[in-house]
């Protein structure tokens, strides 16, 4: 019987193959928005949040990537009250209105089964203001879920990438699978894959990409402290309550 790390790395032989050219597209889509000056608009809530989380103010990844979100969304600040939000018709509409993302901006919506009110409304308000939407879904997951909002993530969405994540998340046992959760793991591949392969694309166009570096290696206070400058007025969440 295949063991857990087998399973995962299946899963993730499957992700590089159902979504391969869609990471090209969408690494395309992020050079676009941000040489023109857009900044990455990121959401999801419940545990996609953890994706948020690994978008934003990381060591290696893209300076110009705003959290958009709504607290109620958050697990931590009340795991009933997050699940309820997240089923909330208007709230993904209202959260989007809030931080009003606009062309070149882009946005990346993850919710690994992409059927609730908040993810679906976010994608599609953004598309309605002319924002382009990169959803990190899984089909499977999707096809197994409860419909609740008339719709998927994925049908509001430019670029989909298929994280392939089963339905009901877990893996563990493979005859029963009732533990060991894997959508983080293959979300947080798919946005690892999507930044290596945008940055050898900026690379082969001679674009240099504003990326935070980590705080703990020598220059690295001194190259985040020229990005805060760059992108603190229009992200402030880098800078709010300091």
Known sequence: MAGLGDRVRGLLDDLDATSGAAIGEAAA???GSIGAGGIVHAGGAGHSLAMVFETFYRAGGLAPVRPMWDERVQP??????????????HLGRSV??????RPPDVAV?????GRNP??????QECLARGVP???????AASRGAADRAGGTLAGHATVVLDTCVP???????????????????????AWARLLAELDDLAAARGVELPRWVSANVPGGD???ARLLARYGDRIPELTMNR
Do not use: C, K, Q
Request: hydrophobic fraction near 45%.
């Open 29 to 31: 889509l992020l050079l």
């Open 76 to 89: 931590l600040a009340g795991a009933l009250r997050s699940t309820d939000a997240e089923r909330r018709p």
């Open 96 to 101: 989007v209105a809030a931080y009003e993302p």
């Open 109 to 113: 919506v993850f919710s690994t089964s």
């Open 118 to 123: 908040y993810p679906v409304e976010m994608a």
């Open 133 to 139: 939407v990169i959803a990190v879904t899984s089909a």
């Open 167 to 189: 339905p009901g998340d877990a893996v563990h046992p493979p005859d029963a699978p009732r533990t060991a959760a894997v959508s983080t793991i293959l979300a947080s591949y």
């Open 222 to 224: 001194e190259t985040n």
